[in-house]
């Protein structure tokens, strides 16, 4: 019978703790760097839903000033008295609610960031 001697393998199977540690590090790198190039299309898809929710707001706006003959309330939950929206409070992508400023009658964000 031969002697099956145990050899020790110069190419052991698996990865060291440094190997997996640095892995674990390169794939944090790469998720952040993901997030930071998307973050702008995040905030350019708020801007279009703030923008879409603005232009529908003010045609509702002047739907209620025409059937009712006055403005709506400040915070818009006339419009919502009235069955024009589902919610009581119109909350913005934002943060915050849509209001009805009556000075320049139409609806605006007071939380929508300002052009630089």
Excluded at 57 to 76: E, H, S, V
Excluded at 87 to 104: D, I, K
Aim: aromatic share 8%.
């Amino acid at each position: 019978m031969r002697n099956h001697q145990k050899r020790n393998n110069p190419h052991p199977c698996g990865l060291s703790a440094i190997e997996t540690l640095l892995g674990a590090i390169i794939l944090a790198v790469s998720a952040l760097a993901i997030t930071v190039a998307f973050n702008p299309m995040n905030e350019w898809e708020r801007s279009k839903t703030d923008q879409r929710n603005l232009n529908e707001l003010n045609a509702l706006a002047k739907i209620f000033t025409l059937d009712y003959g006055t403005p709506p309330d400040r915070y818009l939950t006339e419009l919502n008295t009235h069955g024009l929206t589902k919610s009581r409070l119109l909350m913005t992508p934002y943060g915050g609610y849509y209001q009805f400023e009556t000075t320049l009658q139409a609806v605006i964000n007071p939380q929508a960031p300002t052009a630089r």
